[in-house]
């Protein structure tokens, strides 16, 4: 018996491999059904000792993947489709030397393609069909060609004699001839997946009513442009475009035929001399591909990353070991936009890989899938502050595909501002020494706000502080599992203690503050002396604790405070930072383009006015440094 746990795993997982939704009841105790079937055959009570089993064992894997999708299908579905596709044929007037291209997503065990081959046929048309699906065991049938006989009961006379009973072995089994065989082609394929190439008719019946709107809009939109001008689409009846406004910008538009099917035809407004055989036109905005080195030998869990970056029009390039990644980035001489690794992996851990990748010169952004063992978790730590950007839970990232996604897309993305045009923000001598002398600015705390790829930047910002140091706190947006681990080793490396920020905890010199609960920040001043407190209210943009809110409490306390923002997606703790810039008691500094790695936050301060300094990593320690070192000038004059 599966736990609820195990459940909502699987659950996710299905989605993530199949992109079907999985957020209502429909099919999922079927899915339960085919999965316990699955799992009781090897006599296995568990779930990740059955994904396990898939790592090594191809064909089970095949079998799991059919268990899990749709296999709805039938000879001549939808008859009213067929007579349309007749009509289209004969008024195109198609001949033998102009050779027809069709596809069918989503084509289960071939059915429909072979309907569709049938009509051409009849016909006397040179064609080709391509049918694919996510199912392997499903194409291999729809190789095959074969069929029992019962299914002439279900396919017009006419068509019967497409059928070769006498190239079976088997008893009741009849086969498609191998004239009509040789020009229908099968794949397995992901329809999510974003393609190129031409056809003039497209089916894709009764297929999306299993996806998300989201996942809807983005395969309609592939589809279309994939589709000839003056080609048709076909839709199953239980499906709609007219949710999705898909065309009103394009240089095409769509006439409804009747029974969901459209002719896709050029917009008359716009007197485009378009060739209707070419898509070049189309105006859909694909990214450049970029691609992806995928480090991981647990096939099962490369699979379902490997299917949302190809979506996404990521070319993947995948590696079982430490060995094979190595010899991949050569093959493609070092041009690898980016690299997700596992860190357990037989002969070299990914850790062990990514020291030696980083020594030997290597630049490429790396992000770390591991799971939550405390082992895998301190070697983790290390990578983080030694040159991995990023790291994703392995049991938490099914269910949120679309972060690591998001993460992928900010780390191999370059900035859409030019460094030329941001102003570098020094802070002027008349300020510096005002924050010098001033009584009121005595400087109480360091505060830093950072996200993707903070943890190397931290460890390079403060690493052997050779001054004692007022109250270092640190919001680092980071799974608050790993919290405890990464302030342990950044203390060590600082040379510091580190605290594990209590509720009504006092702050202290030379301590290091780093939040381990699941909560918000927020700091308290009763005279001197400055106070931690906890605040459970809503995560802001799914971040908690919120740099801004931590940054507004210092400037609502008035603390005096060196405040930074490093390198991270998003603005979380720009409005904060311009509030403490506002009270004129404290110094802002931010990370620069060069030397971030997603310069996302820090632009975002830069934008509104509140950094007083910019600059690299070692620009900041150097602006530290003399902080540090001119305190006690700062007491004395106080």
Not at 226 to 239: A, D, F, K, M, V
Not at 481 to 490: G, I, V
Request: charged share 25%.
């Amino acid at each position: 018996m599966l736990t609820p746990e195990e459940i909502n795993f699987f659950f996710a997982m299905v989605e993530s491999l199949t992109g079907t939704n999985q957020s209502g009841d429909f099919r999922k105790e079927v899915l339960l059904i085919n999965l316990e079937l699955r799992m009781r055959r090897f006599k296995i009570s568990n779930l990740f000792d059955y994904l396990n089993l898939l790592r090594d064992d191809d064909l089970e894997f095949k079998s799991f993947l059919s268990s899990i999708t749709i296999h709805t299908t039938n000879w001549f579905r939808e008859l009213p489709h067929f007579l349309i596709l007749e009509k289209f044929l004969i008024k195109k007037q198609f001949t033998l030397d102009k050779k027809i291209r069709i596809w069918i997503p989503g084509c289960s065990t071939g059915e429909e393609v072979f309907s569709f081959a049938f009509v051409l046929e009849s016909l006397n048309l040179n064609y080709e069909i391509y049918g694919t699906d996510i199912d392997p065991i499903c194409i291999e049938k729809a190789k095959s060609g074969t069929f029992n006989s019962e299914v002439l009961t279900t396919i017009p006379s006419k068509y019967h004699s497409y059928f070769d009973s006498k190239s079976t072995k088997a008893e009741n089994e009849l086969m498609i001839f191998d004239r009509i065989l040789k020009k229908c082609f099968f794949k397995n394929e992901d329809i999510r997946f974003k393609k190129t190439d031409f056809y003039d008719v497209i089916s894709c019946r009764n297929l999306l009513i299993y996806f998300s709107k989201t996942d809807v809009k983005n395969i309609v939109e592939n589809l279309i442009l994939n589709l000839n001008l003056g080609g048709i689409l076909i839709l199953g009846h239980s499906e709609s475009l007219q949710d999705y406004k898909l065309f009103e910008k394009n240089n095409f538009e769509l006439d409804f035929l009747g029974n969901n099917c459209f002719l896709k035809k050029e917009r008359r407004s716009l007197n485009l001399k378009l060739n209707p055989s070419r898509n070049d036109n189309f105006p859909l905005s694909f990214k450049v591909k970029k691609t992806i080195l995928l480090v991981d030998d647990v096939m099962v869990a490369r699979l379902p990353i490997k299917n949302i970056l190809i979506k996404n029009n990521y070319e993947v390039i995948e590696a079982s070991s430490a060995r094979e990644a190595t010899a991949a980035i050569k093959l493609k001489n070092g041009a690898i936009d980016l690299i997700v690794l596992d860190v357990q992996m037989p002969e070299e851990s990914g850790i062990e890989w990514l020291a030696k990748f980083r020594a030997s010169g290597g630049k490429t952004p790396v992000v770390i899938a591991s799971s939550s063992s405390p082992d895998e978790i301190r070697s983790l730590m290390g990578a983080l502050v030694g040159g991995a950007q990023e790291f994703f839970i392995k049991e938490l990232i099914y269910k949120r595909l679309d972060l690591l996604l998001k993460t992928i897309d900010n780390l191999t993305e370059k900035s859409l501002f030019s460094r030329k045009e941001l102003k570098q923000f020094k802070l002027p001598n008349y300020i510096y020494k005002k924050f010098l002398v001033s009584k009121s600015n005595q400087l109480e705390i360091i505060a830093v706000g950072a996200s993707t790829g903070g943890p190397e930047a931290l460890n390079l910002l403060f690493k052997n502080l050779n001054y004692a140091t007022p109250p270092i706190f640190i919001i680092q947006h980071i799974n608050v599992f790993f919290t405890q681990y990464l302030a342990a080793t950044l203390a060590k490396s600082f040379g510091i203690k580190f605290s594990t920020c209590s509720d009504g905890e006092k702050l202290e010199d030379s301590t290091l503050y780093i939040p381990q609960n699941d909560v918000h920040i927020v700091l308290e001043k009763r005279g001197r002396d400055i106070f931690i407190r906890h605040q459970l209210t809503e995560a802001i943009h799914n971040i908690r604790p919120s740099i801004n809110i931590f940054f507004d409490s210092i400037a609502k306390e008035k603390i005096s405070s060196a405040a930074f923002i490093l390198t991270g997606m998003g603005k979380d703790g720009a409005n904060g930072l311009l509030e403490i810039a506002r009270t004129g008691l404290s110094y802002t500094l931010a990370q620069d383009e060069e030397t971030s790695v997603v310069y996302g936050m820090p632009r975002e301060a830069v934008a509104n006015g509140s950094v007083q300094f910019q600059g690299s990593i070692t620009q900041l320690r150097e602006q530290i440094d003399i902080i540090l070192k001119n305190r006690i000038n700062i007491r004395r004059v106080a």
